[in-house]
C-alpha cells in the first residue's frame, strides 16, 4: 500500500489551482456560489464549458483519443478537489459524463464522429428521456412507442423528468418497438437530433424552489431517422443499463461534500448560539458536524480506494452503494446548512439567486441557497432509481438475495 | 379526562372546514400566493363573519370568550387548507398584546383587528433566529421626549401590509436577560424605518425591519417588564402554529397513503411494497405522535398549566415530526414530490417554517435536556 499521491503531483495540483484561480470569469464564480444541485445555472455552466475545452480539460474522464486530458486517477482527483475548494460550478453532467461516456463504448463510428466533437464543443446539449408519468422505479414497462416506418421510427407517448430538456438541443431516449415478450425485450435506445421535431412539445415543470429544472416532453408522430439508434433494435435495455453504470458512478463526490463542511464551518464560527459564545464552540453542533465529516471520510475513502482500482471496486454494489452514500450524505449536509441558515432560510429570493440579477441576498450567500439546496436534495434520494430500488439491487448482491 | 372538542367547538370548525372546503381548495391558494395579493380579503371577510378574529379574547375587550382549544380547532383547519393569513401575526400575537395592554390607543388599535379593518404585524425575531426572548436585542434607548430605536427585525409576519407594528426592544441589559424588555407600538411609515417585503417559501408575507434612529413619542411604550407578556403569547402562537402544523402533517399522511394505494410500478401499487409500507407505517407513527403531544398540551393550556418545557416538548416534537413526514411524503411520490404543482411540496415547506419560526426543534429538545 502506498497512501501518496506522490510528490510529481505537487506541481500539478498547482498548475491547477494556478489556472482555476484565473480562468472563470465573475458570472461563472457567481453561477458556482448560486448552484444548488448537480444542474447548475445553465448559460454559466456553458460558458465555463467554453473556456474548459480551450483549455483542453473539459472531459477528464474520457480516452485521451477522444479528447479527454490523459489524466491519472490521482490527477483527476486532484482537479476534483481544487474544482470545488473554489465553488466553482459543476459542468452540466448529462452530455458530458453520460452519452459522451456511452457512445465511446456503444456507438458507431459515424454516430462518435457526429456527436463526440460536439459535446466537446459544447454546441450540443443532450437531455435524457427515460421516465414516463406511469413509468418511473418500473422504468422497463415505459410505453412510448416507435413504429419503424422506411428509414425512420414514428414516436408516440411522453417523456418526463427531462432535465433542462427546454434548454437541450438534443436528445437521448429510450422507446417501446415491441410489446410481445418480457418487458425489458422490446426496448430501444434512440439518440434524437433535435427537440424541436414537429410534432415535439416541451413543457417545463417548477420544481420545491419554484425554478424549472425538469420537463415533460410529448411526442405526437414524430419522425425520426432509425439511424439515430444505438446497439440494436430491441437491445436498448442493455444499453440504457450499461449507461446508467456511468450516471450511478458520477465519481469522487467527497470533495464537493467537503466544501460544504468548510461552509457550515465559516458560518458557525461567526453564529451566536443560545447555549453558547458561538455555534462553532457548541458541543452538541461539533457532535452532529463530527459524525457528518466522519461519514463523509468514508466516503471518500471507499472513493479513493475504487479509484485506485482496489478489490472494492469490483463489487457489483459499488454504484449502488455510491450513489445511496452520496445522496443521503447531500440532504444530510443540506439540512444542516437550512438549520443553520433558520430564519433566512425561510424568504423566497427567486430574483437574488439569479445569476447577473444584481440583487443582493438578505443574508449570507450560504442563506441565499441553503433552503433550495435542501429542497432541491430530496430529488437525489429518487432519481436514477430512487434509493429504495438501489437498496433492492445491494440486497440481491448479498447470500441471501 | 377528557381531550375531545366540545360540540361547540366541533361546529365552528365544521363551518370554518366548509368555508375552506368551498372557497379556498389547493388551487384556489396558489393563485393566491402567486398573485400580488398578500393573502384573500373574500375569506378574511368571512372569517371576520364567522367570528374568528375575536374568537379568543375575553368579552369585556369585544370578544367571544373562547379558550385556547377553540383557537386550536380552526388552527388545524388552516394547516390542512395550507391557509396564508395574518391569522398568527395579527389575532394571535398581535391581538393578545393588546387585549393585555391598558394603553388607550391599544385598545382601539384592538377593536380594528377585531372588526378586521386592520391588521397588527409582530416584530419579534433577530438575526437566523429568537427562539427566547432573553436573546432579543433591538435597542430603545430612553429620549428627552420619548424612545430611540435601534436595530434590526427579521421574519416579521405580515409586516409589510400591517397598519400598525409591534416591537420587542431592549431598554437595558444585554441579551440573556429576562429584564429590561419592553414592547412599543410603531407606525410603519415612520421615519428612518426601512421595511423590507418578501414572500416566504411556504407563501406568506413577511418583511426585515431596520431601525436606524427611530423617534417614538412615550404613549408608544406598551409595556415595560414585557418578558412574561411575550413568552406568553409566543407560547399562544406557538401552539397555534403546531396545530396548523397537524392538520398539514395529517394532510400529508392521507395523501401519501392514497398514492401510494393507487400508484402502480411493477404490476402493483407501490404502498404494497415493505420499504414504502414501513415508511407509511412510520409516518402514522410520527403524526400520531404529533396529535396526541398537540391535544395534550392544548388541554394543559387551557387549564393555565402550562410551563416553558411543555411548550417545548410541543414545539420539538412538531418540528421533529413534521420534517420527518414531509421528507417521506416527497420520496414516495418520487419525482412528482418534487414539482410545485403538487400539495406535497408546499405542505412541507409549511411545517419547516413552522419548525423554524420561534426556536427550531433542535433549539427546544436541547433546552429539554438541559433543565
Known amino acids: ?401 | 379526562m377528557d381531550f375531545s372538542f366540545t360540540e361547540e367547538q366541533q361546529m365552528l370548525r365544521d363551518s370554518v372546514l366548509r368555508l375552506l372546503q368551498q372557497k379556498y381548495d389547493f388551487d384556489t391558494r396558489q393563485a393566491i400566493v402567486k398573485s400580488d395579493q398578500p393573502w384573500s380579503p373574500e375569506i378574511w371577510e368571512a372569517f371576520c363573519e364567522l367570528g374568528l378574529l375575536a374568537l379568543q379574547f375575553p368579552e369585556e375587550k369585544g370578544g367571544f370568550g373562547g379558550s385556547i382549544t377553540d383557537t386550536v380547532a380552526i388552527a388545524k383547519v388552516f394547516g390542512k387548507h395550507l391557509l396564508v393569513k395574518p391569522y398568527v401575526s395579527s389575532v394571535v400575537l398581535t391581538g393578545s398584546i393588546l387585549a393585555a395592554s391598558n394603553n388607550p390607543s391599544a385598545v382601539t388599535h384592538h377593536s380594528n383587528i377585531l372588526s378586521g379593518e386592520k391588521t397588527v404585524a409582530f416584530a419579534y425575531e433577530e438575526g437566523r433566529g429568537t427562539p427566547d426572548p432573553r436573546l432579543v436585542t433591538l435597542s430603545a434607548r430612553k429620549t428627552e421626549d420619548g424612545f430611540k430605536l435601534n436595530g434590526e427585525k427579521r421574519m416579521v409576519l405580515g409586516a409589510g401590509q400591517a397598519d400598525l407594528l409591534i416591537v420587542s426592544t431592549r431598554i437595558e441589559g444585554t441579551a440573556g436577560d429576562a429584564n429590561g424588555l419592553a414592547l412599543f407600538m410603531v407606525d410603519p411609515s415612520r421615519d428612518r424605518l426601512t421595511i423590507t417585503s418578501f414572500q416566504t417559501i411556504d407563501g406568506r408575507t413577511a418583511a426585515n425591519l431596520r431601525f436606524d434612529d427611530v423617534d417614538l413619542p412615550s404613549e408608544n411604550l406598551l409595556d415595560l417588564d414585557a418578558f412574561d407578556v411575550i413568552e406568553s403569547v409566543i407560547s399562544r402562537a406557538i401552539i397555534t402554529l403546531c396545530a396548523e402544523a397537524v392538520g398539514a402533517m395529517g394532510a400529508l399522511l392521507k395523501i401519501t397513503s392514497e398514492y401510494a394505494s393507487t400508484r402502480k410500478q411493477f404490476g402493483t401499487p407501490i404502498g404494497s411494497f415493505q420499504a414504502i409500507a414501513h415508511r407509511m407505517a412510520d409516518m402514522k407513527i410520527a403524526y400520531t405522535k404529533a396529535r396526541s403531544t398537540m391535544i395534550y398540551t392544548t388541554a394543559l393550556a387551557e387549564a393555565g398549566e402550562t410551563k416553558t418545557r411543555d411548550i417545548s416538548i410541543l414545539k420539538g416534537q412538531i418540528g421533529k415530526l413534521g420534517k420527518s413526514i414531509g421528507e417521506s411524503a416527497i420520496q414516495i411520490h418520487g419525482g412528482v414530490g418534487m414539482t410545485d404543482e403538487l400539495s406535497v411540496g408546499h405542505f412541507h415547506k409549511r411545517l419547516l417554517a413552522v419548525d423554524t419560526l420561534f426556536g427550531d426543534s433542535e433549539y427546544h429538545l436541547r433546552l429539554l435536556g438541559t433543565e
Open chain 1, 1 to 401: 500500500m502506498n497512501i501518496d499521491f506522490g510528490s510529481e503531483l505537487d506541481a500539478f495540483r498547482n498548475k491547477v489551482a494556478a489556472f482555476l484561480d484565473e480562468a472563470p470569469t465573475p458570472a461563472i464564480r457567481e453561477a458556482g456560489r448560486k448552484t444548488t444541485s448537480a444542474f447548475p445555472p445553465f448559460e454559466e455552466a456553458q460558458a465555463w464549458l467554453a473556456i474548459l475545452i480551450e483549455k483542453g480539460w473539459a472531459a477528464p474522464g474520457w480516452p485521451k483519443e477522444y479528447g479527454g486530458t490523459g489524466w491519472s486517477v490521482e490527477q483527476r482527483y486532484i482537479f476534483e478537489e481544487e474544482y470545488r475548494k473554489r465553488d466553482l460550478p459543476p459542468l452540466l453532467p448529462n452530455s458530458l459524463k453520460m452519452v459522451g461516456p456511452l457512445l465511446i463504448d456503444l456507438g458507431t463510428e459515424e454516430q462518435k464522429s457526429k456527436y463526440l466533437p460536439r459535446i466537446l464543443s459544447g454546441e450540443d446539449y443532450w437531455t435524457q428521456g427515460y421516465s414516463e408519468p406511469n413509468s418511473g422505479s418500473d422504468l422497463a414497462s415505459l410505453s412510448c412507442r416507435a413504429d419503424p416506418d422506411g428509414d425512420d421510427y414514428v414516436i408516440n407517448g411522453s417523456k418526463i423528468w427531462t432535465t433542462l430538456a427546454y434548454k437541450s438541443n438534443r436528445l437521448r431516449m429510450l422507446v417501446r418497438t415491441d410489446s410481445d415478450g418480457k418487458k425489458q425485450q422490446g426496448i430501444t435506445f434512440l439518440l434524437l437530433d433535435r427537440t424541436d421535431y414537429p410534432g415535439m412539445e416541451t413543457r417545463p415543470i417548477d420544481g420545491l424552489d419554484g425554478f424549472p429544472e425538469c420537463c415533460e416532453v410529448f411526442f405526437d408522430n414524430v419522425r425520426v431517422p432509425q439511424s439515430g439508434r444505438v446497439g440494436e433494435e430491441n437491445d436498448g435495455w442493455s444499453v440504457a443499463k450499461h449507461l446508467l453504470t456511468h450516471e450511478r458512478e458520477v465519481s469522487a463526490s467527497s470533495p464537493a461534500l467537503k466544501r460544504y463542511i468548510e461552509r457550515i464551518r465559516e458560518v458557525a464560527k461567526a453564529e451566536p448560539c443560545p447555549f453558547g459564545e458561538t455555534l462553532a464552540d457548541d458541543a452538541v453542533f461539533q457532535r452532529t458536524l463530527g459524525e457528518l465529516e466522519a461519514e463523509i471520510a468514508s466516503l471518500e475513502h471507499f472513493e479513493k480506494l475504487a479509484i485506485s482500482g482496489h478489490d472494492i471496486s469490483l463489487d457489483p454494489a459499488l454504484p449502488s452503494m455510491t450513489k445511496i452514500m452520496n445522496s443521503e450524505l447531500v440532504q444530510r449536509e443540506s439540512d444542516i446548512m437550512r438549520q443553520l441558515s433558520g430564519l433566512e432560510g425561510l424568504s423566497l429570493e427567486l430574483e437574488a439567486i439569479r445569476v447577473g440579477s444584481n440583487v443582493l441576498p438578505m443574508d449570507s450567500d450560504m442563506d441565499l441557497i441553503s433552503m433550495p439546496f435542501y429542497l432541491k436534495s430530496h430529488a437525489t434520494t429518487i432519481y436514477a432509481g430512487t434509493n429504495e430500488i438501489q437498496r433492492d439491487l445491494i440486497a440481491r448482491t448479498l447470500p441471501a438475495g
